[in-house]
């Protein structure tokens, strides 16, 4: 990679129990859905931004606060904001201003390893302006404490 403290995604911290994932997993083969399938996403998603941003968690706190640990919808499409649909993935990294960019320096924001490498760049080129106007949520300490260290 292009920069030595962008890391790869490997998680080290767990946010579930097994016996969790085995739940949602039984739920899941007893009732399949789409919705049910999204959750167990979710569930692995918060569990790779968790590893990824272990140093940052300010980012853990911008993740669940922008996308709720998303990165595809019910349908299985990258995961867009509501106020603007070219906010993408976990991180909501904006394609419109981003794309270009992201893909000069080698990170498809399209995947949830690309979308939160360059999220990582970006948090070390401009701190957390690029989420300002998420900042009531994760602007907290006490809410991104209990976010990040749930």
Excluded at 4 to 30: F, I, K, L, Y
Excluded at 33 to 39: H, L, P, R, Y
Excluded at 98 to 117: P, Q, R, W
């Amino acid at each position: 990679m292009l920069f030595s403290n962008v890391q790869p995604v490997e998680s080290q911290m767990q946010t579930t129990t097994p016996n969790q994932v085995e739940r949602a997993a039984s739920a899941s083969a007893a009732a399949p859905s789409k919705a049910k399938e999204v959750s167990l996403n979710a569930l692995s998603i918060e569990k790779e931004v968790r590893g990824y941003f272990k140093d940052t968690p300010q980012l853990v706190g911008v993740a669940w606060c922008e996308s709720r640990f998303r990165h595809t919808d019910k349908e299985g499409n990258i995961f867009r904001g509501l106020a603007n649909s070219k906010d993408i993935g976990v991180m909501q990294v904006n394609e419109a201003y981003h794309l270009e960019k992201s893909k000069s320096l080698g990170f498809d924001i399209y995947t949830v390893k690309g979308n939160m490498a360059y999220a990582k760049y970006l948090f070390e080129k401009e701190g957390l302006s690029p989420w300002n106007s998420s900042k009531a949520c994760w602007g907290s300490a006490s809410k991104n404490a209990e976010v990040a260290f749930r």
